[in-house]
């Protein structure tokens, strides 16, 4: 069975700084990862899709990488700022009914 | 604009009064699906369709029902609502059942059941 591990589950740093957050997952049969942010009573904003069959996506400061054999993603932030400030989940596809095994997710605060 | 919407966005509803938490999608997307979240759970898949008339039940489907009669609309039914059903529920679609595609979320829905 599936499972996505996130860590860490909070994370506060200054403004300004470059920050890595780590998913992990059990099986490594997956078709994709996704990258999802939610801010606070809002709904999940897809940051970054990566493909079994990439290594890594950029879009803007975020950079998301893929390691397939060993059951790791990260995502990079390059130079934080406070509107950064989110939960930020990760979760893997994989399966016959293509359904997404979210992690727990990492509240990350940039502080100004 | 391409987006999921979801109505009611917060319900607080009693115990055994039936409801429906509708979605739709402007997409033309094959897949759909629900999730919900709980502290500490994450987010747990309920429901998903691979397209029109073809659901089927995901990890947590007890407690809910679903229709698709048309592409565009997935509701989700609570039949006789439970207090352990309060939670935050999200509808999602992907172009097509294939892993390959992203999946794109509505805004969510809090329900409430006392």
């Known amino acids: 069975k599936q499972e996505v591990t996130q860590i860490p589950a909070a994370l506060s740093v200054p403004e300004g700084e470059n920050l890595v957050l780590n998913c992990s997952f059990t099986?490594?049969?997956?078709?994709?990862l996704q990258w999802f942010r939610q801010d606070p009573g809002k709904g999940l904003t897809s940051l970054l899709l990566?493909?079994?069959?990439?290594r890594e996506q950029t879009s803007g400061r975020l950079n998301a990488s893929l390691d397939k054999s060993s059951g790791r993603s990260t995502l990079y932030i390059a130079a934080s700022q406070p509107g950064d400030s989110a939960t930020y989940l990760c979760?893997?596809?994989?399966?016959?009914?293509?359904?997404?095994?979210f992690g727990t997710g990492t509240l990350l605060a940039v502080q100004p | 604009e391409a987006q999921v919407t979801q109505n009611p966005r917060y319900l607080i509803t009693v115990t055994g009064k039936k409801l429906t938490v509708t979605c739709s999608q402007n997409?033309?997307?094959?897949?759909m699906s629900w999730y919900r979240q709980d502290p500490g759970l994450g987010l747990r898949q309920i429901y998903y369709?691979?397209?029109?008339?073809?659901?089927d039940k995901g990890d947590v489907p007890e407690g809910y029902k679903v229709s698709r009669k048309e592409k565009r609309n997935f509701p989700l039914i609570l039949e006789s609502p439970s207090p352990n059903q309060t939670s935050l529920y999200f509808c999602?679609?992907?172009?097509?059942?294939?892993?390959?595609?992203?999946?794109?979320f509505g805004p969510g829905t809090r329900l409430t059941v006392t």
């Open positions: 999602a679609s992907s172009l097509f059942p294939s892993g390959v595609y992203e999946q794109y």
């Open positions: 099986d490594s049969a997956i078709y994709n």
């Open positions: 990566i493909q079994s069959s990439q």
């Open positions: 979760a893997v596809r994989g399966g016959a009914t293509n359904k997404l095994i």
């Open positions: 997409m033309n997307h094959e897949y």
């Open positions: 369709s691979m397209n029109v008339e073809a659901t």
